[in-house]
DNA sequence: GCCGTTTTCGGCCCGACTGTTTTCAGTCG
């Protein structure tokens, strides 16, 4: 965990307790200010050393928040949750994953039975003393019980690339069943996230009881959560699925509702109100003058189509990707919306492995590979040693001369431009570990961090763009999803130097790292650096995975001129000439 | 606790589903 994710989750850990204690707005406050910390790029430690006006400009923390992030950095300890904690001794993380309970049920198995932990809790279901308690009966008793085995398993993310075909794969059986009108993925698959909570599906039907009936028969349903009249969701292969089906002529309202994100919908609908107008899944609604609460009451002013939803609102439709209130509800209504680039606007890729390193396939066939995907040029950059490089992967110095050697003669009789690259080494002090005549030799070098991923990294990368020989900063932070978050980095800092230096920054488009992150992408932009998206494919096979690159720098506004390998190769090698 | 293209005070997104309730609370997305 980073050290953000940890202030991040000790603030969520406040909502909760909150929350349980029945206090209102409060952990709506602190939770929007978590997942803010949670995303910001670079290191908060660093912001609150700077005092709580540093820490204040994050979005969503105030006064209160801020002396709390540095209060936790500096004592380690926030004093109001630990006497929370006090009050509330649960093991709320663990308790709230059970499927239907949340805080402010843990508060009142606390209170009534003394359940502070999930043991505590199956026990006190299987003696049947839950249903004796004011506000529960014998189904919430069964459904605790039934729940509480798959909340013991750690359940993590799914990542993207294992989602989203996944998603596909449902999507098109509901697509084939007779009474579907239109089906689309919404949620975090259809905003390219890098993880995903679970997947979430849209119809659009007249006959909504027999899709979701259809729905909960699927064969890889293995268990129904609930399955309501317009809406259901089931497990299904240790993901949950939810589905939401409604008449056609409000698909777009409602695909508009289900994509998300939570905070995107949320700056929408504040935007709605203030023109006396309503937003909800069924439209766009003018209801001034209107007393009617119902869900449709107003006139109707969208709902067919999401261009149409935007439109009502005085925005432009926006690309999926951009949904995370980050700005672009204002752009969308001031007509000042990025123009995104797109899957086709890549023509190459200048990171790739053969089997000199760890890949598992010759430079002869990355190069033939490359060609039948469609590229213009690829570069094979085999990892030089190093730190991080065990196992023998990395290749030394003298063989990488004799790499270059067979690297130039394939170029010769290949179809689109080879470029002679390596993936050499950012050691913890900035250093790169292969003699300067290799690097001044190659066409490309991309210096990766690979060991010592912790704590803050700005320096070591910093170090590393300003090196005269280095072309590109593969995966900057070297996070790994769900498994480590990676190095700090003042994003800032760093593309300003990388803008100054010629050097781009990567975006790595393995499902299992996307790195830099959306967020990150935007901020390096805006500091004037120039992206990558590269595979970083051992084989040909991941040359596909290219799309998750792309669609990451859509995460972070990228237009087409702000990404190196959008260009032709005689660009590239003016860009990395020198 | 946060925030402001009416506000430095008074609001705070909206609805489905479930279970436990005779009208609503909690959870979830």
New binding site residues.
């Given amino acids: 965990m980073s050290r953000n994710d940890e202030i991040a989750t000790e603030l969520e850990a406040f909502a909760d307790l909150l ?1 349980a204690k ?1 206090v ?3 952990p ?3 939770r ?2 978590a997942e803010n910390i949670r995303e910001y790029p670079g290191a908060i430690e660093g912001l609150a050393a700077d005092g709580t006006d540093a820490v ?1 400009e994050i ?8 002396a709390k992030v540095v209060e936790y950095v500096e004592t380690g300890e926030i004093g ?1 949750l630990a006497e929370l904690r006090a009050e509330l001794p649960v093991d709320m993380a663990a308790l ?1 994953a ?9 508060g ?1 198995l606390y209170d009534a039975l003394g359940i502070t932990t999930l043991d505590e809790l199956e026990a006190a279901a299987e003696a049947g003393d839950i ?1 004796d308690v ?8 069964q ?1 605790i019980l039934d729940n509480i085995d798959f909340a013991r398993e750690a359940h993590e993310r799914a990542l993207l690339g294992e989602a989203r075909p996944y998603g596909e794969e449902i999507r098109d059986y509901l697509a084939g069943v007779d009474t579907v009108d239109r089906c689309a993925l919404g ?1 975090s698959i259809r905003r390219w996230k890098p993880t995903i ?2 997947v ?1 599906v849209l119809v659009g039907s007249d006959d909504e009881t027999a899709v979701v009936d259809a729905f909960t028969d699927w064969e890889g349903t293995d268990r129904v959560i ?8 089931v497990r299904a292969g240790g993901v ?1 699925v ?1 589905l939401r089906v409604v008449v056609p002529e409000e698909f777009g309202a409602a695909l508009q509702y ?1 994509t ?1 994100s ?1 905070a995107h ?2 700056a929408v ?2 935007r ?3 023109r006396d107008l ?5 439209g766009v609604f003018d209801i001034e003058g209107i007393e009617d ?1 119902d ?1 449709r009451a107003g006139r109707l002013v969208a709902s067919e189509t999401e261009e149409a939803v935007y439109e009502a609102l005085g925005m432009e439709w926006m690309p999926p990707e951009l949904r995370e209130d980050r700005g672009e509800v ?1 752009a969308a209504a001031a007509g000042e919306l990025p123009a995104l680039l797109a899957e086709g606007d890549i023509r190459g890729d200048l990171h790739t492995h053969s089997d000199w390193s760890d890949g598992g396939y010759s430079v002869a066939e990355m190069v033939a590979g490359a060609t039948e995907f469609g590229h213009d040029y690829i570069a094979i950059s085999d990892h030089a040693t190093g730190p991080g490089m065990v196992g023998g992967v990395g290749v030394p110095d003298d063989e990488l001369w004799d790499e270059l050697d067979e690297i130039e003669a394939v170029a010769a009789d290949a179809e689109i431009d080879v470029f002679a690259g390596v993936e050499a080494n950012i050691a913890p002090d900035g250093s790169i570990s292969v003699d300067d005549d290799l690097l001044a030799a190659l066409d490309i070098v991309v210096a990766s961090p690979h060991a010592a991923l912790d704590g803050d990294g700005t320096d070591r990368l910093v170090a590393a763009a300003k090196h005269p020989h280095v072309d590109v900063i593969g995966h900057p932070t070297g996070r790994f999803l769900n498994r480590r978050p990676g190095l700090d980095v003042d994003i800032e800092r760093l593309a300003s130097v990388a803008a100054d230096h010629g050097t781009a920054l990567e975006v790595n488009a393995s499902p299992s790292r996307l790195d830099l992150s959306g967020s990150a992408v935007k901020q390096a932009i805006e500091a004037g650096a120039t992206v990558v998206i590269d595979t970083d494919a051992h084989g040909p096979g991941e040359f596909e995975q290219i799309r998750y690159g792309v669609h990451t720098a859509r995460r972070g506004w990228a237009e087409p001129d702000d990404v190196l390998n959008t260009q032709s190769a005689d660009a590239i090698r003016e860009f990395i000439h020198d």
């Fill in positions: 929350e029945g209102e707005y409060k709506r406050a602190y929007r200010a204040g979005d969503g923390v105030g006064d209160a928040i801020s109001e709230t059970v499927e239907g309970v949340g805080p402010k049920t843990v009142k249903q004011k506000g529960f009966g014998a189904k919430t008793e459904n949620g909570g679970d979430d609930e399955a309501g009249e317009t809406k259901a969701s949950r939810d289900f998300g939570k919908n949320v609908r504040n709605a109100i203030e309503k937003v909800n899944e069924y609460d869900q204002a």
